[in-house]
């Protein structure tokens, strides 16, 4: 309920208007049938799943760039684009859902990017392996630096806006004692 309070705030509500419609929320939560319970988690693993796939899709589609690359600059510089965009898209969809709790922001920042690494690490193996299966004479690309320059980006969008959030909510209960 907290993000529905920070909107709200935001958006010049009186206190009284925002505990009267935090009231609502909680009361409707409470009310909620068991299907729509169950729908929003399908929908939350739903999101899991779909970064997920994308990121192994993006990692099958850079297997071939990673044997032809030469430039390990340029490669780290399309790691961090490919981060980047995957974790803006990852931020985006998590913040806007109204259903996801702290407990939901604590897996999603864990498991997802965990899963990542575990699957860059695979798919630059992989690469690796072919590299030397065709014989080629270019050095092998490493596993933890991609990664690590991967989830960096990846999980950048979301601290900013988590840092934002805060900063914003600290302001705004700053303003409240004020006035």
């Known amino acids: 309920m907290r993000s529905i309070e920070h909107k709200l705030r935001r958006k010049g509500w009186s206190e009284k208007e925002i505990d009267y ?13 068991k299907h729509l319970v ?12 779909t970064i997920i796939a994308a990121t192994f899709t993006i990692s099958i589609v850079l297997v071939p760039i990673f044997i032809v690359m030469n430039s390990s600059w340029l490669f780290l510089l399309l790691i961090a684009i490919l981060g980047l965009s995957i974790g803006l898209i990852f931020e985006f969809l998590i913040h806007q859902l109204e259903t996801f709790e702290s407990r939901h922001h604590i897996m999603f920042s864990v498991l997802v990017p965990l899963i990542v690494v575990i699957n860059i690490i695979i798919t630059v193996s992989i690469s690796n392996k072919l590299i030397d299966q065709l014989k080629l004479s270019k050095p ?8 690590l320059v991967y989830t960096f980006f990846f999980l950048l969008p979301y601290v900013l806006a ?13 303003n409240k004692k004020m006035g």
């Open 162 to 174: 988590h840092i934002r959030f805060h900063r914003e909510k600290k302001r705004m209960e700053e």
């Open 38 to 49: 169950f729908m929003e988690s399908l929908l939350e693993f739903f999101i899991a799943i």
């Open 140 to 147: 092998h690309q490493n596993a933890i630096v991609i990664s």
């Open 21 to 33: 419609s935090v009231k609502v929320f909680a009361q409707a939560k409470e009310k909620k049938q």
